[in-house]
C-alpha cells in the first residue's frame, strides 16, 4: 500500500514569492491534515479535510495561505506571499474517519526555505 | 499555551538499557495518548499509544504508562538499541467535530549508544 506522498521535498524562494504543497493521502482516507513543523517543536496543525470540506482551518493564517482539495482526494497548500517566518517543514497526514484512536500516516514532508 | 509537553529535549542511553521518554499534559479532555517516531527527513511514524481508560500499553519492547491523576505518560523502550535513535514526539487526542484533534509535545531526540 502506498503511504502519503508529498511534493516537492524541498523548496527555496525569495520572501514575497508564492509556493504551493501537493499531497495525495493513502488510497480510501477521508481524512487528510496539513501540518507545520517549526525547527525543534512538534507538528501543528494548520487544517483538517473531511473528504473535500475543510473542518477545522483554525490554525491557518488565511491573510497567505489557502488550502483546497477540491475532489477529496489530492490537496495543495499555497503560500502566498511568503514570509522569513514560513520557512519550516509542511507535512501532510491522512487517516480513516473510523480511527478513533487519532493515529495519523504522515508524509515525508516539504521543507520550505524562505530567503 | 502548551497543553502537551516534553520537557527533556534530548536523551542518552547506552545500547540494551532502558530508555524513558517522558509526557506531560494538561487537558484532561484528551482520551487516547500517542508516540510517534521521526527519523531525519521523514514524516513522523505512528510507533504505540494508550486509552485513558488503561494505565499501560505493551507492544514489544515497548511500554506506555499513563497516570491521570498526574496528568503524565511516559514511554519505556527496553532493551534499547541503536535503531531507536530518533525523534520521539507525544501526542494527545481528542474526538472534535467529527475527527480526533491531535495535540503534539516539542518531541525528545533519543540517542542510543553503542
Known amino acids: 500500500e502506498a503511504g502519503v506522498v508529498q511534493s516537492p521535498r524541498y523548496k527555496i524562494i525569495e520572501k514575497k514569492q508564492p509556493v504551493a504543497f501537493w499531497c495525495n493521502p493513502i488510497s480510501g482516507h477521508n481524512t487528510l491534515y496539513w501540518y507545520l513543523q517549526n525547527l525543534g517543536q512538534g507538528p501543528e496543525l494548520l487544517i483538517r479535510?473531511?473528504?473535500?470540506?475543510?473542518?477545522?482551518d483554525s490554525q491557518l493564517p488565511k491573510d497567505r495561505f489557502s488550502a483546497e482539495r477540491l475532489k477529496g482526494v489530492d490537496s495543495t497548500l499555497k503560500i502566498q506571499p511568503a514570509e522569513l517566518g514560513d520557512s519550516a517543514v509542511y507535512l501532510c497526514?491522512?487517516?480513516?474517519?473510523?480511527?478513533?484512536?487519532?493515529?495519523?500516516?504522515f508524509g515525508e514532508g516539504s521543507r520550505l526555505t524562505v530567503l | 499555551d502548551q497543553q502537551v509537553k516534553q520537557n527533556s529535549p534530548s536523551l542518552s542511553v547506552q545500547e540494551g538499557r532502558i530508555s524513558i521518554l517522558n509526557c506531560d499534559y494538561t487537558?484532561?479532555?484528551?482520551?487516547?495518548f500517542l508516540w510517534y517516531k521521526k527519523y531525519p527527513a521523514e514524516g513522523p511514524t505512528f510507533l504505540i499509544s494508550i486509552s485513558s481508560i488503561k494505565d499501560k500499553n505493551e507492544d514489544g519492547r515497548f511500554t506506555v504508562f499513563l497516570n491521570k491523576s498526574a496528568k503524565h505518560l511516559s514511554l519505556h523502550i527496553v532493551p534499547s538499541q541503536p535503531g531507536d535513535s530518533a525523534v520521539y514526539f507525544c501526542?494527545?487526542?481528542?474526538?472534535?467535530?467529527?475527527?480526533?484533534?491531535?495535540?503534539f509535545g516539542q518531541g525528545t531526540r533519543l540517542t542510543i549508544n553503542p
Open positions: 487537558n484532561s479532555m484528551f482520551d487516547y
Open positions: 497526514a491522512s487517516s480513516t474517519r473510523q480511527g478513533r484512536t487519532g493515529e495519523l500516516f
Open positions: 501526542a494527545a487526542s481528542a474526538y472534535s467535530q467529527g475527527a480526533q484533534k491531535l495535540v
Open positions: 479535510y473531511e473528504n473535500e470540506e475543510a473542518v477545522d
